[in-house]
T-cell receptor
Framework: AQSVTQPDIHITVSEGASLELRCNYS??????LFWYVQSPGQGLQLLLK??????LVQGIKGFEAEFKRSQSSFNLRKPSVHWSDAAEYFC?????????????FGAGTRLAVHP | DGGITQSPKYLFRKEGQNVTLSCEQN?????MYWYRQDPGQGLRLIYY???????QKGDIAEGYSVSREKKESFPLTVTSAQKNPTAFYLC??????????????FGSGTRLTVV
């Protein structure tokens, strides 16, 4: 069965430090992979997505993610975190199942940023 | 600009009452979804609809009902049978690309509180 694992429930970093959020997926075919961000009390916003080609994808707000097929991972990175990056981050794998597009979400990682 | 509109942003319900959460999209998307979000529990699928006049139960449909009379609209009713309705509710929509690559567009959510 398809699944997405985000091993870290909470992460705290200092402002200006680098960030890596981990995501592992289980899916038999070539995955479509997504990262979403959710600020408190808001909906989810798409940060970036991977379909094929270059395994390093760039997203909004200075985020990037690297697809590693051998490790079944799609980790999200940012070189220098800003206080406004404090939010919850969701990794997801997209598939077409039962006649409709379906996203399988991880449980999320909550990021806190210390000044 | 195209998007998804959820209303109201905040909703208060007395015990024993039914309440309806609105979700409207102008993205011409075929599929629409309702999720419930509780602290520390990620996103849980309540109902989804692929086309007008058709919808399916998700993982936690008990105590909820939906309708899909128009492509643009997918209202969610929280009935008195839902014993713990206090939560954050998210609506999403997706195109149907036959691959799973479209991802979802989310609304900004409705916070429902039982008083």
């Amino acid at each position: 069965a398809q699944s997405v694992t985000q091993p870290d429930i909470h992460i705290t970093v200092s402002e200006g430090a680098s960030l890596e959020l981990r995501c592992n997926y289980s899916y038999g075919a070539t995955p479509y992979l997504f990262w979403y961000v959710q600020s408190p009390g808001q909906g989810l916003q798409l940060l970036l997505k991977y379909f094929s080609g270059d395994t390093l994808v760039q997203g909004i707000k200075g985020f990037e993610a690297e697809f590693k097929r051998s490790q079944s991972s799609f980790n999200l990175r940012k070189p220098s975190v800003h206080w406004s990056d404090a939010a919850e981050y969701f990794c997801a794998v997209g598939l077409f199942s039962g006649g409709y597009n379906k996203l399988i979400f991880g449980a999320g990682t909550r990021l806190a940023v210390h000044p | 600009d195209g998007g998804i509109t959820q209303s109201p942003k905040y909703l208060f319900r007395k015990e024993g009452q039914n309440v309806t959460l609105s979700c409207e999209q102008n993205l011409n998307h075929d599929a629409m979804y309702w999720y419930r979000q509780d602290p520390g529990q990620g996103l849980r699928l309540i109902y989804y609809s692929q086309i007008v006049n058709d919808f399916q139960k998700g993982d936690i449909a008990e105590g909820y009902s939906v309708s899909r009379e128009k492509k643009e609209s997918f209202p969610l009713t929280v009935t008195s049978a839902q014993k713990n309705p206090t939560a954050f509710y998210l609506c999403a929509s997706s195109g149907s690309d036959g691959q799973g690559a479209s991802g979802y567009t989310f609304g900004s959510g409705t916070r429902l509180t039982v008083v």
